[in-house]
């Protein structure tokens, strides 16, 4: 017996539209992740001049993005998301580091990688969130109440392994994240 012509097209169409609701819980972009967090912060001093004023851009700044991947970088804003470019002649386009904000789903998505004991998703510990790094893809998932922190570094960087580079980034955000958050005195 063959299946009516409209029950194949609903049914392509219902995949259609699972796959599009995935990818916009997920941002539509690759997974991320870190270390393990069985590293120690690096004596990177936190940055006060910070270039962009958006709120992914303030996590932060382009000394200490530099001061730890090695690469002198600047900051571009792509819509929600703080890119960090490399700043020297001639250098690629694409991002050194990219900062974001996705939905809560994308947190829930790479833990999942985690429970199903994917080995390229390893738990990042020392951040004060629950974290996951996705060693595949070189991005930090940082769980915060309603949305996910990701720190992406899109391409390897052979003097300093991006593994090692996610938790120090992650700390400087989270930081910086629990810092603007915190009450102010009454003056």
């Not at 997920?26 to 962009?52: F, H, I, K, W, Y």
């Not at 490399?86 to 580091?97: H, K, M, P």
């Not at 429970?115 to 998932?141: F, Q, S």
């Not at 992406?152 to 052979?158: A, E, T």
């Amino acid at each position: 017996m063959q299946t009516p012509a409209l029950f194949r097209r609903s049914g392509l169409l219902g995949f259609g539209l699972g796959a599009a609701l995935l990818l916009a819980a997920c941002g539509g972009a690759p997974t991320e992740l870190s270390t393990g967090g069985r590293l120690r912060a690096s004596a990177v001093q936190p940055d006060s001049a910070v270039v962009l004023n958006t709120e992914t851009c303030r996590l932060l700044t382009p000394a200490e993005v530099a001061s730890l991947t090695g690469r002198p970088v600047r900051q571009q804003s792509q819509g929600a998301a703080c890119m960090f470019v490399e700043d020297a002649a001639g250098a690629s386009r694409e991002a050194v580091v990219q900062v974001s904000f996705r939905p809560a789903a994308a947190f829930r998505v790479v833990q999942a990688g985690n429970d199903l004991k994917r080995r390229d998703v390893l738990p990042v510990t020392g951040l004060g969130h629950e974290a996951y790094y996705d060693d595949y893809h070189g991005d930090l998932y940082v769980q915060l109440p309603g949305r996910t922190l990701v720190i992406g570094m899109p391409r390897p960087i052979r003097e300093r392994p991006r593994h090692r580079l996610a938790p120090e980034l992650g700390r400087l955000a989270v930081a910086r994240l629990a810092a603007a958050d915190s009450p102010k005195p009454a003056q």
